[in-house]
């Protein structure tokens, strides 16, 4: 059972920046996807980031068009822990923001195959 705790929301003026962590209890965390899903108040889950494993690279990273070349996702697994910078902030990026884990390959970007996830954490953007 993998257990993921995120941290790092918080309150930021538009343009700003935040980083959210997300540690994994897991030892076999290193070979999952982990993934950033975010909810806004009255709209559904949506993808953010993701970040697959590889042994022969640095892995492959996926984001959603909303955030590429704001957002990057990166991960340390030495540490169990995946992160997400969040830079140039803005309003309609406030949310609920969830770390995830899946195992095995597919389609990182839908929400259902990931199996784990971490209680959320607030992402508040102000103009």
């Known amino acids: 059972q993998v257990q993921l705790v995120e941290s790092g929301g918080g309150l930021v003026q538009a343009g700003g920046s935040l980083r959210l962590s997300c540690a994994a209890s897991e030892r076999t965390f290193s070979t999952y996807v982990m993934g950033w899903f975010r909810q806004a108040p009255g709209k559904e889950r949506e993808f953010v980031a993701a970040?697959?494993?590889?042994?022969?690279?640095?892995?492959?990273?996926y984001y959603s068009d909303s955030v590429k070349g704001r957002f990057t996702i990166s991960r340390d697994n030495a540490n169990n822990t995946v992160y997400l910078q969040m830079n140039s902030l803005k309003p309609e990026d406030t949310a609920v923001y969830y770390c995830a884990a899946r195992d095995g390959g597919g389609d990182p970007y839908p929400a259902g195959p990931y199996g784990y996830w971490g209680q959320g954490t607030q992402v508040t953007v102000s103009s």
């Open positions: 970040h697959r494993w590889s042994r022969w690279s640095d892995g492959s990273t």
